[in-house]
Nanobody, 115 residues
Framework: QVQLVESGGGLVQAGGSLRLSCVAS????????MSWYRQGPGKQRELVAR???????MYVDSVKGRFTISRDNAKNTVYLQMNSLNPEDTAVYYC?????????WGQGTQVTVSS
């Protein structure tokens, strides 16, 4: 059974930081491309950051220079360090794993940034 379990969300003031974690089980983590998506109030889900099996990263323009995605294959965990948060970052953040045989999602963790 595949599980992706996110943690680390919460309420933070503008300018603050949070670190999200996603622990995966039931998959061969090291061969999965890992991503963070988010869905804000009244918005569509969007890709925030992605890290490949080789460690290459990409970010949506709105978070470049503020967010950092990383992975620890030994811990089956992907992280999203979020700095300089602003109210537009308020959303439910979802962890995603992808390999050609399947794609999985976590349940999400709420991030709320107050102004």
């Amino acid at each position: 059974q595949v599980q992706l379990v996110e943690s680390g969300g919460g309420l933070v003031q503008a300018g603050g930081s949070l670190r999200l974690s996603c622990v995966a089980s039931g998959i061969i983590f090291s061969i999965n491309r890992m991503s963070w998506y988010r869905q804000g109030p009244g918005k569509q889900r969007e890709l925030v950051a992605r890290i490949t099996t080789g460690g290459s990263t990409m970010y949506v323009d709105s978070v470049k220079g503020r967010f950092t995605i990383s992975r620890d294959n030994a811990k089956n965990t992907v992280y999203l360090q979020m700095n300089s948060l602003n109210p537009e970052d308020t959303a439910v953040y979802y962890c995603n794993s992808y390999v050609h045989t399947g794609e999985y999602w976590g349940q999400g963790t709420q991030v709320t940034v107050s102004s």
